[in-house]
Nanobody, 121 residues
Framework: QVQLVESGGGLVQAGGSLRLSCAAS????????MGWYRQAPGKQRELVAA???????NYADSVKGRFTISRDNAKNTVYLQMNSLKPEDTAVYYC???????????????WGQGTQVTVSS
């Protein structure tokens, strides 16, 4: 089995910062891309940021210049540093990993349980 466990969410005032972490554990051969998604009430889940195994990152336009994604391959962990937070960043944030459990299997999507981020105005 594979588990992704997120941490670091919480309540912060507008303009503040939070750092999310997501650690993957279990039977893992390799991890391709890892990313963060978010879902606000009444809205669809959207990609916030993603990073490849070699560190190439992409971001949603709404967070460019404010959020930074990074990963530690030795720890199977991905991070999301969120600065200059806005009330519209309020959502449940989900970690995603495209993980191969063995060398001969294709990568599958795995998700964390989600962590709430609330930004007050």
């Amino acid at each position: 089995q594979v588990q992704l466990v997120e941490s670091g969410g919480g309540l912060v005032q507008a303009g503040g910062s939070l750092r999310l972490s997501c650690a993957a554990s279990g039977t893992i051969f390799s991890i391709d891309a890892m990313g963060w998604y978010r879902q606000a009430p009444g809205k669809q889940r959207e990609l916030v940021a993603a990073i490849t195994s070699v560190g190439s990152a992409n971001y949603a336009d709404s967070v460019k210049g404010r959020f930074t994604i990074s990963r530690d391959n030795a720890k199977n962990t991905v991070y999301l540093q969120m600065n200059s937070l806005k009330p519209e960043d309020t959502a449940v944030y989900y970690c995603n990993g495209k993980i191969k459990r063995t060398s001969y299997r294709l990568a599958s999507d795995y998700w964390g349980q989600g962590t709430q981020v609330t930004v007050s105005s």
